[in-house]
């Protein structure tokens, strides 16, 4: 069990895969969902078949977190919490009659606005421009708005990074390449989707620290939904855990129970509220 917690762990970071606006493909949540609430859960199973929860950061898209959607199933509010169920970050985003990201504000735990990030478009040369108190990304557009390639600068014109990202054909992110300056590789991040949507693997390469090495892999049997997923990092063997859940009226999943070696370690819960 432990080595699997191990995993985990490692994972609470890795999440640069989505794009921050589009959660709900990521989340294999369909229909017209107002919000969702994400409870993770560590457990130990004794013996007898009872279990010890205790909440969790979580890891990947079972973020412990509140997302709101607007109709068109974009984020408009994201609250992420710890272990505790304390406010850790408060995101709220806006957007234009595109349903295009124009404004992002970010607040601390005490409610403190520490950032506001704000996007202009330019349909004529396929462009946005993000731009904080800190830093500008400018970032050229594929011709369905998706950004393809980014260059972030300091408020002095400095260059910091470059990004570069591939899609499906459902919009969904395939490869965010961030490279250097001098155009050296720093990181990584795959995903591959099988024909329902749904990833198969998701992986990130770590060029910095070499530390950061992690796969994860999603099987499938006839069901939509995964019944299995292996966990490595930095080249260790798999950790292989069952997994499986329980759906709500409108085929949504509202539980996720995680196996390792047939003792439940992760839970996961959702609670969804609809639109009318």
Request: net charge positive.
């Amino acid at each position: 069990m432990k080595f699997l917690y191990f995993f985990l762990i490692t994972l609470y970071s890795f999440s640069s895969f989505a794009q921050d606006d589009n959660m709900l493909p990521y989340l294999r949540l369909k229909g017209k969902i107002e919000s969702v609430r994400i409870i993770p859960y560590e457990v130990q199973e004794k013996d007898d078949k009872t279990i010890e929860k205790n909440i969790s950061i979580g890891f990947l898209y079972d973020k412990n977190a509140f997302i709101r959607f607007n109709k068109a199933g974009k984020v408009i509010e994201k609250i992420d919490y710890n272990n505790k169920n304390e406010v850790t970050r408060h995101r709220e985003l806006s957007y234009d009659n595109k349903n295009r990201c124009i404004n992002e504000k970010v607040y601390n735990k005490e409610g403190k606005m520490t950032q506001e990030i704000s996007t202009t478009y330019d349909d004529k040369k396929k462009e946005s421009r993000e731009t904080d108190h800190r830093r500008t990304t400018v970032c050229q557009l594929d011709d369905r708005g998706n950004p393809i390639n980014c260059a972030t600068f300091t408020t002095e014109g400095k260059l910091i990074e470059k990004c570069y990202t591939t899609y499906d054909k459902d919009n969904k992110v395939l490869e965010k390449v961030y490279r250097t300056p001098n155009n050296d590789k720093k990181y990584v991040f795959h995903n591959e989707y099988n024909d329902n949507g749904y990833h198969t693997k998701i992986s990130e390469d770590d060029y910095v620290n070499f530390t950061d090495n992690i796969k994860v892999n999603y099987f499938y049997k006839d069901a939509p939904l995964p019944y299995q997923q292996s966990l490595s990092a930095n080249g260790t063997l798999p950790a292989y855990s069952d997994l499986s859940y329980q759906y709500d009226k409108k085929g949504n999943w509202i539980r996720k129970e995680v196996r390792y070696k047939d003792k439940l370690v992760f839970l996961v819960e959702l609670k969804i509220t609809y639109f009318n």
